[in-house]
């Protein structure tokens, strides 16, 4: 049997109405086809030129279906039709410029999630990092600015010090990232990690984009990295934390969340994550609970002992994780002391 074959169309009922439109255009050739585009809308265009990048062969029993009113424009019809990529991005550089086709045509090859990005948003954080170290920051907060945010928390988490903090305050400087940047920083990442890419438009960038990695991130990475942008422009980790809710701002909750707060929360993580706090956020907490719930909390803290860092920090992120949690639920509302927005 012929596996040529098995790619062809061969029945017209199997082609959709744009499909039969890509169909129609290829045939023409690249010159004609990019004038009949030009007359078309830019979703017109979008659609067909799509449906020509993901096209099979069509087998002339199908271009004779299809072109049949046109069959003076025919004039050998055994050839065969064929579509791909090389074609629809030609169409699309004769008729809507290189840059403009450019970008819609990587689009195109993100909706099928075979974008470089993606290659990286699937692989393992180890071997991701491995990759970024080796790379300019600014190289890697481009790429963390095209992952989802879980994904750039983790990867940040994993990254040496200076180099996350340096990434993370690139990030939130990021302007405009030309399409020639994008281009070659895709083959980077094909050469590297994978065969196959392309790129993805959904660009998280700027303090909001930081402060959302951030809100995913530990609370040690969270400290660590503001803390370096501050001491490096005070101004841009405050814009950060002003889109955030850290532990800290606690303080800033008035006495009825707090009691909410606190009736809700996990008891152990609550006392693990007062050891050794400053005092005013202790009695933040002791301060709006009832005497005995209060002299319970001085007892265990007393009993409780030394605790590692890393504990206390993971006890800290614990409780701002319920109190998002309720922020969501409608049970509190947390808000930023200079905004009347809710933060997420």
Known sequence: MDTEQDDFIEDPKDLTGVQKAAVFLISFGVEKASKILKELKDAEVEKITKA???MKNISPPVVDSVMEQFHELMTDRQFLVEGGQDIAKNLLEQTKGKNQA????RK?????GEDAFSIIQ???VENIVHFLKNEH?????????????NKSAEILTHLPDDFRSDVALRMARLGKISNDVVEELSHVIKDQLSSEYTERNNIHKGASAVAGILNESDIATERSVLESIEAIDPELAKEIKDQMFLFEDILELDDRTMQTIVSNLDKQ???TGLKGVDEKIKEKFLSNMSTRAKDILIDDLEAIGPVHV???EEAQQNIVKSIKQMDQEGKISIRNKDTDQIIE
């Open 102 to 105: 450019d970008e819609m045509f």
């Open 310 to 312: 890393k504990k206390v």
């Open 52 to 54: 020509i990048s993901e």
């Open 137 to 149: 920051p600014q190289i890697a907060a481009v790429i963390l600015a095209h992952l989802k945010l």
């Open 108 to 112: 195109f090859e993100a909706e099928r």
């Open 122 to 124: 699937n692989s393992e």
């Open 269 to 271: 993580d609550m006392v």
